[in-house]
Nanobody, 120 residues
Framework: QVQLVESGGGLVQAGGSLRLSCAASGSILSVNVMGWYRQAPGKQRELVAR???????NYADSVLGRFSISRDNAKNTVHLQMNKLKPEDTGVYYCNLENRFHTATLDTYWGQGTQVTVAS
């Protein structure tokens, strides 16, 4: 089992910044992918950004150039720096971890979610 604990959500004005953090503990394999997903009211959960244990990253088109994901493998933490926030970035942000064997996903874990609200 893996436990994911998120922090850093909150209320911010449009154009502002927030930094989300997620600490993972438990049965974490050396090859894994950590990421952030978000879910707005009435919408499906969507990928925001993710980063592999080799530090390859990918981002949703909507956040390119505004958000940056990073990780500390020694501490099993992942961070999402969100700049130039827009009202449409509002939602519950979930931390995600996938344990991998080569390219196959062995198991997937989710955090409890943290609310991000961007006021216009």
């Amino acid at each position: 089992q893996v436990q994911l604990v998120e922090s850093g959500g909150g209320l911010v004005q449009a154009g502002g910044s927030l930094r989300l953090s997620c600490a993972a503990s438990g049965s974490i394999l050396s090859v894994n992918v950590m990421g952030w997903y978000r879910q707005a009211p009435g919408k499906q959960r969507e990928l925001v950004a993710r980063i592999t244990s080799g530090e390859s990253t990918n981002y949703a088109d909507s956040v390119l150039g505004r958000f940056s994901i990073s990780r500390d493998n020694a501490k099993n933490t992942v961070h999402l720096q969100m700049n130039k926030l827009k009202p449409e970035d509002t939602g519950v942000y979930y931390c995600n971890l996938e344990n991998r064997f080569h390219t196959a996903t062995l198991d997937t874990y989710w955090g409890q979610g943290t609310q991000v609200t961007v006021a216009s």
